[in-house]
């Protein structure tokens, strides 16, 4: 797909979700970053209800890591997974202690170096927190860059990537919300809403299913 087409998708998305921005609520870079690590397999609804009690008393590395994991993970349970993540929300809390004197490192290359954090977590944190231009590819961001054919890869680190090349730096932080709302409202995983999608004429999905078809299976 030539940018020009991308770029004309964009225009659309954004008109047609002005609003879009994080759905997780946080107040600092350290509170964004456990509500990312919690959202893995998780609605960011949940996460909130989760994250607005537990911020009540612990919402700083330092506060954190006088829970212990089972404390921790009585307090996620709910957020599915709940032992990995109080193992990695310690882990990486005491990190943040050790190396970055309980900061919240601002770049990608320390970000990933944290227990439990991908590029994904990373990027989240590096355009919310600290807006830093970049595009967390969530199941969402996946699925719609494949179906539209603005970025074809298959595994979230191909479709970044092709994102990246194919979109204006500077709108990589806005694409990123603009696609995972599109996802969420319109371009559902098992049952797409084609009818009343403002950029199907683009999508080469719609436009050549079958060819998308085959394009997956080559894929796998």
């Known amino acids: 797909m030539n940018k020009r087409i991308v770029n004309t998708i964009l225009k659309i998305l954004s008109e047609t979700y002005p609003e879009a921005k994080c759905a997780l609520k946080f107040g600092s870079p350290y509170e964004l970053l456990v509500a990312t690590m919690l959202s893995a397999q998780c609605t960011d609804v949940r996460v909130n209800k989760v994250t607005s009690e537990l911020y009540k008393e612990f919402n700083t590395p330092e506060k954190m890591v006088s829970l212990t994991e089972e404390e921790l ?48 977590t990373a990027d989240v944190v590096l355009s919310n927190a600290f807006g830093v231009p970049a595009i967390a590819v969530d199941t969402h961001v996946f699925r719609v860059s494949n179906r539209l054919g603005i970025a074809r890869g298959n595994t979230p680190h191909k479709v970044e990537m092709e994102l990246m090349k194919n979109i204006p730096k500077d709108m990589w932080s806005d694409s990123h919300h603009y696609l995972i709302w599109h996802g969420r409202q319109i371009c559902k995983s098992r049952k797409p809403d084609c009818e009343h999608c403002p950029v199907a004429p683009y999508c080469e999905y719609f436009n050549h299913p079958e060819d998308y078809e085959k394009d997956k299976i080559k894929k796998k």
Do not use: W
């Open 73 to 120: 993970g009585e307090k996620i349970k709910s957020c599915g997974f709940f032992r990995n993540k109080s193992k990695h929300i310690l882990e990486a809390s005491r990190t943040i202690m050790e190396k970055y004197q309980g900061q919240v490192p601002d770049t990608m290359e320390k970000l990933i170096t944290l227990p439990g954090v991908g590029r994904k």
